[in-house]
T-cell receptor, first 111, second 120 residues
Framework: KQEVTQIPAALSVPEGENLVLNCSFT??????LQWFRQDPGKGLTSLLL?????REQTSGRLNASLDKSSGRSTLYIAASQPGDSATYLC??????????FGSGTKLNVKP | GAVVSQHPSWVICKSGTSVKIECRSL??????MFWYRQFPKQSLMLMATSNEGSKATYEQGVEKDKFLINHASLTLSTLTVTSAHPEDSSFYICSANSLAALQTTYNEQFFGPGTRLTVL
C-alpha cells in the first residue's frame, strides 16, 4: 500500500526566506503527484500537479519537482510571505484514481 | 478549473441521528467520486470510491453500513453517516474525476470544499 511521508511536520521561517518542503512515497507506480494548500478549517487548494512523466512544474513563486524512481518530490517556495502560512499537503494518485495524502507540513511565515 | 461543491459546509447533530452530505460536480460529469475524511491535525484518508450506477467500494476499516454512499447521477454523490456518534466528528471531503472538465488535459481530479461534521 502506498505510504506518503512529509518532512518536516512543521516549519517556522522569517518572511523572505526561500524554503523547501519534502515528500516521499513508497510505490513509484503513480499517475501523478499533487501539492495542495490547506488553511485551518478549510478545504484543499491545488497548487501544482506533476504528471508521472514530468520532472517539475512551476507556478509563480512555487516550484515542485518529482523524482519518481526515488519516490521523492520537493516543493520550493521562493521569497516566502506571511500569506503563505498554511498546511501543505503532498498527495500521490495511483493508476486507479485514488489519492494517498501525506500528513502535511505546517508552515508559519513570520512577518 | 472545474468546480465541486459540497452541502452543507458544516453540520452539528445529536448522537444517534443520521446526516447526509452532498457532493456535486457543477460543470462536468463525474462517473467516479471519492470520499475522504480528515480528523483534527491528521491528513486525509480515503473512505470509499463512489461509482455512478453501482455500489460504492469501501476502503479497509470503513463500515459500509454506517457510511452509506449513493451515486445516483453523473453529478451527485451523497454520503450518509447513519447513527452518528461523537467519534464520527470529522471533516469530510469529496473529490470528482473528470475526463472532460474545462481547461484540463490531464484527467485532473477536483476536490470539494469539505463538510465539517460535529456530533454532540
Amino acid at each position: 500500500k502506498q505510504e506518503v511521508t512529509q518532512i518536516p511536520a512543521a516549519l517556522s521561517v522569517p518572511e523572505g526566506e526561500n524554503l523547501v518542503l519534502n515528500c516521499s512515497f513508497t510505490d513509484s507506480a503513480i499517475y501523478n503527484l499533487q501539492w495542495f494548500r490547506q488553511d485551518p478549517g478549510k478545504g484543499l487548494t491545488s497548487l501544482l500537479l506533476i504528471q508521472s512523466s514530468q520532472r517539475e512544474q512551476t507556478s509563480g513563486r512555487l516550484n515542485a519537482s518529482l523524482d519518481k524512481s526515488s519516490g521523492r518530490s520537493t516543493l520550493y517556495i521562493a521569497a516566502s510571505q506571511p500569506g503563505d502560512s498554511a498546511t501543505y499537503l503532498c498527495a500521490v494518485r495511483d493508476n486507479f484514481n485514488k489519492f494517498y495524502f501525506g500528513s502535511g507540513t505546517k508552515l508559519n511565515v513570520k512577518p | 478549473g472545474a468546480v465541486v461543491s459540497q452541502h452543507p459546509s458544516w453540520v452539528i447533530c445529536k448522537s444517534g441521528t443520521s446526516v447526509k452530505i452532498e457532493c456535486r460536480s457543477l460543470d462536468f460529469q463525474a462517473t467516479t467520486m471519492f470520499w475522504y475524511r480528515q480528523f483534527p491535525k491528521q491528513s486525509l484518508m480515503l473512505m470509499a470510491t463512489s461509482n455512478e450506477g453501482s455500489k460504492a467500494t469501501y476502503e479497509q476499516g470503513v463500515e459500509k453500513d454506517k457510511f452509506l454512499i449513493n451515486h445516483a447521477s453523473l453529478t451527485l454523490s451523497t454520503l450518509t453517516v447513519t447513527s452518528a456518534h461523537p467519534e464520527d466528528s470529522s471533516f469530510y471531503i469529496c473529490s470528482a474525476n473528470s475526463l472532460a472538465a474545462l481547461q484540463t488535459t490531464y484527467n485532473e481530479q477536483f476536490f470539494g470544499p469539505g463538510t465539517r461534521l460535529t456530533v454532540l
